[in-house]
């Protein structure tokens, strides 16, 4: 036997490849606030991208809000991009948790469903604002609104 004979073989390329897939399936779910897929060319499509990206790499699922894609019951990190002017707010991406179906189908577990939604929404504003996300809260139910981040700010961090 020879030294060569106990080399693992390079991964590399196939987890690179695993994971330009996996950020693709994240990106793929992104809607507008009509519920459309989001546009390649919306001026917030970069943003969201770039959100859907970091809650991937924190292991946070990015939900499917399409009731037709099979992954839709599973929940996760909720992103919609939200235009300039509504609630005479700023553009930017609403970011919140939806739980798993599972626990909607059991009325029992209402309070389960309501209080992991408030945990993780809380959690969330935690993560967005480690990954340099400029957050402020967003509607009633503990979302949040990304308007950028920090390092596109030139006055951030002084």
Request: charged content about 15%.
């Amino acid at each position: 036997m020879t030294d060569t004979d106990f080399l693992q073989p390079d991964l590399g390329p196939l987890c690179a490849a695993a994971e330009a897939a996996e950020l693709a399936q994240a990106a793929s779910g992104l809607v507008s606030i009509d519920g459309c897929r989001l546009a390649g060319n919306d001026p917030l499509a970069p943003l969201a991208r770039d959100i859907a990206r970091s809650m991937t790499e924190a292991v946070l699922t990015v939900h499917h809000r399409a009731r037709r894609y099979p992954l839709y019951r599973l929940g996760g990190v909720c992103l919609l991009a939200v235009p300039p002017g509504l609630a005479d707010g700023p553009a930017g991406v609403a970011v919140s948790w939806t739980p798993h179906n599972l626990l909607v189908l059991d009325w029992d577990q209402y309070g389960t469903y309501v209080g992991t939604q408030q945990a993780m929404n809380t959690a969330l504003g935690g993560v967005l604002r480690a990954f340099g996300y400029l957050v402020t809260p967003f509607g009633f139910g503990g979302a949040w609104l990304v308007t950028g981040r920090r390092d596109d700010d030139p006055g951030a961090g002084r």
